[in-house]
DNA sequence: AATGGCGCCTGAACGC
DNA sequence: TGCGTTCAGGCGCCAT
């Protein structure tokens, strides 16, 4: 299930799409928001970098700067824009290069909803649960990329969070919040991209219990647990994230991180730190692996 | 305003 | 063997 950590390693995958041109769009199943454009207002736009917001990724498509274009008429209409995916619980985003895209192309299967053509390869969003997105915006601070993005908390390793005050803001969200310090994680408001894996783990590389209330977190612990969120996800990043059921990279490569989970799909084992028992609760409906021994109110 | 809970989806795993 | 049930969970929406 793609979080931050399987959604960077996606775009850093994807780099080779980078300055080709789209040839064909074709949806498939609808996914749960439409896409906000028409396919045939697609051709002939140029991808730009992949870049990432949390557990969405922005691919920017532009009209060629040439003085040609500049001068055709109607071209001002047409300003570009991009897409911004979501990977859901079941997305992919993989890149077939090269005359491979084109077979792709030719041959969807039955959970391929978004296919991107261009004379470089193809890209492929295939998601069997279709909670996953892909959305017009004329950029991202236009709707509806903008209000999508807009409720989201700092990114874990932008450089202002790790300053006395963008620690302080942590400090503060959390002080701010009755939640159990689990699922505030999970909705993002502190900090983005922890879901159900790396909550579970950073709470354990905290020691704090994840059904401490927010408010009741020390400033200092609060200080260790955005260091612990931090660690994990870096650790996940360097993994090539967590493949638990379906998840794969841009070229369909698995991540390891689940071999060296510290308490995520663990009940029953030993824990590494103090030798108790790893125990699974439920909170807000989802599953949450801790260890009683060593994780405190 | 903040918070908890539900529904969207489908494949895998499980029980009888 | 084959059917039905349960589970997985990111996120938008709704009720309180």
Redesign the pocket.
């Given at each position: 299930?793609?979080?931050l950590p399987e959604v960077e390693v996606t775009r850093r995958s994807l780099t080779a799409c980078a300055g080709c041109r789209v040839l064909k769009m074709r949806f498939g199943?609808?996914?749960?928001?439409p896409p906000g454009i028409a396919v045939e207002e697609l051709q002939g736009l140029q991808l730009g970098l992949m870049q990432r917001r949390?557990?969405?990724l922005w691919l920017p498509l532009r009209h060629q700067s040439s003085a040609l274009d500049a001068s055709a008429a109607g071209e001002s209409e047409r300003s570009g824009g991009g897409f911004l995916w979501?990977?859901?619980?079941?997305g992919k985003l993989v890149w077939h290069p090269g005359e491979a895209g084109q077979a792709a192309f030719a041959q969807p299967g039955?959970?391929d909803h978004a296919d991107l053509l261009t004379d470089g390869g193809l890209l492929r969003l295939t998601d069997?649960?279709?909670?996953g997105?892909v959305v017009w915006s004329a950029s991202l601070n236009d709707s509806p990329a903008r209000?999508?993005l807009a409720?989201l908390g700092p990114e874990p390793f932008d450089p202002q969070l790790a300053t006395q005050q963008g620690v302080r803001q942590f400090q503060q969200v959390l002080a701010?919040?009755?939640?159990?310090i689990k699922?505030?994680l999970?909705s993002?408001?502190a900090v983005?991209g922890a879901?159900?894996?790396y909550?579970s783990d950073a709470l354990w590389e905290a020691r704090i219990d994840p059904r401490t209330?927010?408010?009741d977190i020390s400033p200092r612990r609060a200080s260790l647990l955005l260091k612990a969120v931090q660690t994990v996800l870096g650790e996940a990043i360097q993994a090539g994230g967590s493949s638990?059921?379906?998840y794969r990279d841009g070229h369909g490569q698995e991540g390891l991180y689940q071999r060296n989970a510290r308490v995520?799909?663990r009940e029953g084992q030993a824990c590494q730190r103090c030798s108790g028992t790893i125990t699974?609760i439920?909170?807000?409906?989802?599953?949450t692996y801790f260890c009683p021994g060593c994780q405190r109110l």
């Amino acid at each position: 299930m793609p979080e931050l950590p399987e959604v960077e390693v996606t775009r850093r995958s994807l780099t080779a799409c980078a300055g080709c041109r789209v040839l064909k769009m074709r949806f498939g199943k609808p996914l749960r928001r439409p896409p906000g454009i028409a396919v045939e207002e697609l051709q002939g736009l140029q991808l730009g970098l992949m870049q990432r917001r949390g557990k969405y990724l922005w691919l920017p498509l532009r009209h060629q700067s040439s003085a040609l274009d500049a001068s055709a008429a109607g071209e001002s209409e047409r300003s570009g824009g991009g897409f911004l995916w979501h990977l859901g619980m079941s997305g992919k985003l993989v890149w077939h290069p090269g005359e491979a895209g084109q077979a792709a192309f030719a041959q969807p299967g039955p959970h391929d909803h978004a296919d991107l053509l261009t004379d470089g390869g193809l890209l492929r969003l295939t998601d069997p649960r279709r909670f996953g997105a892909v959305v017009w915006s004329a950029s991202l601070n236009d709707s509806p990329a903008r209000d999508m993005l807009a409720t989201l908390g700092p990114e874990p390793f932008d450089p202002q969070l790790a300053t006395q005050q963008g620690v302080r803001q942590f400090q503060q969200v959390l002080a701010g919040s009755r939640v159990e310090i689990k699922n505030l994680l999970l909705s993002g408001k502190a900090v983005v991209g922890a879901g159900n894996i790396y909550a579970s783990d950073a709470l354990w590389e905290a020691r704090i219990d994840p059904r401490t209330r927010a408010c009741d977190i020390s400033p200092r612990r609060a200080s260790l647990l955005l260091k612990a969120v931090q660690t994990v996800l870096g650790e996940a990043i360097q993994a090539g994230g967590s493949s638990l059921r379906d998840y794969r990279d841009g070229h369909g490569q698995e991540g390891l991180y689940q071999r060296n989970a510290r308490v995520y799909g663990r009940e029953g084992q030993a824990c590494q730190r103090c030798s108790g028992t790893i125990t699974r609760i439920v909170q807000g409906q989802r599953a949450t692996y801790f260890c009683p021994g060593c994780q405190r109110l």
